[in-house]
Antibody, heavy 119, light 108 residues
Framework: EVQLVESGGGLVQPGRSLRLSCAIS????????MHWVRQAPGEGLEWVSG????????GYADSVRGRFTISRDNAKNSLYLQMNSLRPEDTAFYYC????????????WGQGTLVTVSS | DIQMTQSPSSLSASVGDRVTISCRAS??????LNWYQQRPEEPPKLLIF???NLQSGVPSRFSASGSGTDFTLTIDGVQPEDSAAYFC??????????FGQGTKVEIK
């Protein structure tokens, strides 16, 4: 059974940092690209960042580029999101998501972890 | 990044109605368009991939079509359990897989 379990969310003050983790099981982690998608309460989905299977390529939404860093440890079956200089508008549920090849889509999602940026 | 524009933002339908949601990409994305359903308090679920292919287990009242820049999701004979938000999503880019703004479907 595929499982993606996020952790590391919580309440943080503006300007501070937080690191999200995602523990993966149930598939060959080092064969797939992975992504982070966020959703502010009551709002739509926003793609945040993605990383290739080997970590060689990464991508970021304009809203987080330069502040967030995605990484992965294939030996530990783990995905990470380092979030620096947090802003109130970063408040959201953050989902760890697996990208499939066929289908070329987000085929598995974690349950999400809530990040609240507030003083 | 490719921008996805979805409409309407919300709609209300009666059980048995036909519901149509549109999605437009800012550039040609070929068939790389997916649809997700998200019920309250749950993560999104893949509904349709590659523009028109139903994910396993999805009821046949769901269908979708389109290619290039214009796409449509249809629910033929909407049911109470279809009350949810629906998102289009492009997977044409190498990593920047962006979403439409979403459509909230309410069943009267």
């Amino acid at each position: 059974e595929v499982q993606l379990v996020e952790s590391g969310g919580g309440l943080v003050q503006p300007g501070r940092s937080l690191r999200l983790s995602c523990a993966i099981s149930g598939f060959t982690f080092d064969s797939y690209a992975m992504h982070w998608v966020r959703q502010a309460p009551g709002e739509g989905l926003e793609w945040v960042s993605g990383i290739s299977w080997n970590g060689a390529n990464t991508g970021y939404a304009d809203s987080v580029r330069g502040r967030f860093t995605i990484s992965r440890d294939n030996a530990k079956n783990s995905l990470y999101l380092q979030m620096n200089s947090l802003r109130p508008e970063d408040t959201a549920f953050y989902y760890c998501v697996k990208a499939g090849y066929s289908p070329r889509a987000f085929d598995y999602w974690g349950q999400g972890t809530l990040v609240t940026v507030s003083s | 990044d490719i921008q996805m524009t979805q409409s309407p933002s919300s709609l209300s339908a009666s059980v048995g109605d036909r519901v149509t949601i549109s999605c437009r990409a800012s550039q040609n994305i070929g068939p790389f368009l997916n649809w997700y359903q998200q019920r309250p308090e749950e993560p999104p679920k893949l509904l349709i991939f590659a523009a028109s292919n139903l994910q396993s287990g999805v009821p046949s009242r769901f269908s979708a079509s389109g290619s290039g820049t214009d796409f449509t999701l249809t629910i033929d004979g909407v049911q109470p359990e279809d009350s949810a938000a629906y998102f289009c999503h492009q997977s044409h880019s190498s990593l920047a897989w962006t979403f439409g703004q979403g459509t909230k479907v309410e069943i009267k």
